[in-house]
T-cell receptor, first 108, second 113 residues
Framework: KNEVEQSPQNLTAQEGEFITINCSYS?????LHWLQQHPGGGIVSLFM???GKKKHGRLIATINIQEKHSSLHITASHPRDSAVYIC??????????FGTGTSLTVIP | KAGVTQTPRYLIKTRGQQVTLSCSPI?????VSWYQQTPGQGLQFLFE???????NKGNFPGRFSGRQFSNSRSEMNVSTLELGDSALYLC????????????FGSGTRLTVV
């Protein structure tokens, strides 16, 4: 069983739609990370959360520590948001566990 | 401010050879961690270095090793390459490694033939 589970695996949305990607984890963590990976491989760190909610532009990330669950929301989605979104958790000493990723395609 | 630089970007090696990959972190970042990404296994943590010391290691065989220099630059080495080592190898840096944001490099794509 993976320590980090993401859903859905694949997501197709129309431009402008509100998108939610979910992440559940089963281990104690020091922080949860949302990463974005575009074709070609480069990874961008979107958020690092240990509690509550963070917002950056059209992206919102929330975490519920008691329920061991996090969500990444994209408002007013755009084709340039098409990418793989990866949830990762870090434990003491930087031990990382990664979800398998959610492949998002936003259609114009 | 320069980002995390990984060299080389692409590499083709033959089974049985060894390879060394390099990662230069953002200036001032003392923690460098390494990851392997394959289509089958996804992203997996290899190891993390802080102030020239390995602080954490993932579940990889001893053929995978690394080191960090006094300027925080890090190298990882894979000896006796196997076909299954073909992957994208990513490094990330962070100031101290605990509860700070991570900056990833663009990765080195290694192909073993």
């Amino acid at each position: 069983k993976n320590e980090v589970e993401q859903s859905p695996q694949n997501l197709t949305a129309q431009e402008g739609e509100f998108i939610t990607i979910n992440c559940s984890y089963s281990v104690g963590i020091s922080a949860l990370h949302w990463l974005q990976q575009h074709p070609g491989g480069g990874i961008v760190s979107l958020f690092m959360l240990s509690s509550g909610k963070k917002k950056h532009g059209r992206l919102i990330a929330t975490i519920n520590i008691q329920e061991k669950h996090s969500s990444l929301h994209i408002t007013a989605s755009h084709p340039r948001d098409s990418a793989v979104y990866i949830c990762a958790v870090s434990r003491t000493g930087n031990q990382f566990y990664f979800g398998t990723g959610t492949s998002l395609t936003v259609i114009p | 401010k320069a980002g995390v630089t990984q060299t080389p970007r692409y590499l083709i090696k033959t089974r049985g050879q060894q390879v060394t990959l390099s990662c230069s972190p953002i200036s001032g970042h003392r923690s460098v961690s390494w990851y392997q990404q394959t289509p089958g296994q996804g992203l997996q943590f290899l190891f993390e270095y802080f102030s020239e010391t390995q602080r954490n290691k993932g579940n990889f065989p001893g053929r995978f090793s690394g080191r960090q220099f006094s300027n925080s630059r890090s190298e990882m080495n894979v000896s006796t390459l196997e076909l299954g080592d073909s992957a994208l190898y990513l490094c990330a840096s962070t100031p101290t490694g605990t509860n700070y944001g991570y900056t990833f490099g663009s990765g080195t794509r290694l192909t073993v033939v």
